[in-house]
Nanobody, 114 residues
Framework: QVQLVESGGGLVQAGGSLRLSCAASSSVNTMGWYRQAPGKQRELVATITSGGSTNYADSMKGRFTISREYAKNTVALRIGSLKPEDTGVYYC???????????WGQGTQVTVSS
């Protein structure tokens, strides 16, 4: 069992930037972020492997940057040039491939005001 704890959400003005962080209770090979906008399904933002390979959803390329601190079992997501449509709950994700179990954080709310 892997516990994930997110931090860094909040209320931000459009055009600003935000950094989300997630700490895992143990090491995992893949970590990432998903988000769920109001009234929409949860969607991939980005993932990063233990080897440093990243995968971004096409719609997230450019303003989103994922990074990891392997020694601390943490993953971060920086969001630049925030837009109101970035509003939603951001969930930390972890999985030890090829195991099928995925782990989720409790989510952190990001609200972008125009």
């Amino acid at each position: 069992q892997v516990q994930l704890v997110e931090s860094g959400g909040g209320l931000v003005q459009a055009g600003g930037s935000l950094r989300l962080s997630c700490a895992a209770s143990s090491s995992v090979n893949t970590m990432g972020w998903y988000r769920q906008a109001p009234g929409k399904q949860r969607e991939l933002v980005a993932t990063i492997t233990s080897g440093g390979s990243t995968n971004y959803a096409d719609s997230m390329k450019g303003r989103f940057t994922i990074s990891r601190e392997y020694a601390k079992n943490t993953v971060a997501l920086r969001i630049g040039s925030l837009k109101p449509e970035d509003t939603g709950v951001y969930y930390c994700y972890a999985r030890n491939f090829p195991a099928p179990m995925a782990y989720w954080g409790q989510g952190t709310q990001v609200t972008v005001s125009s």
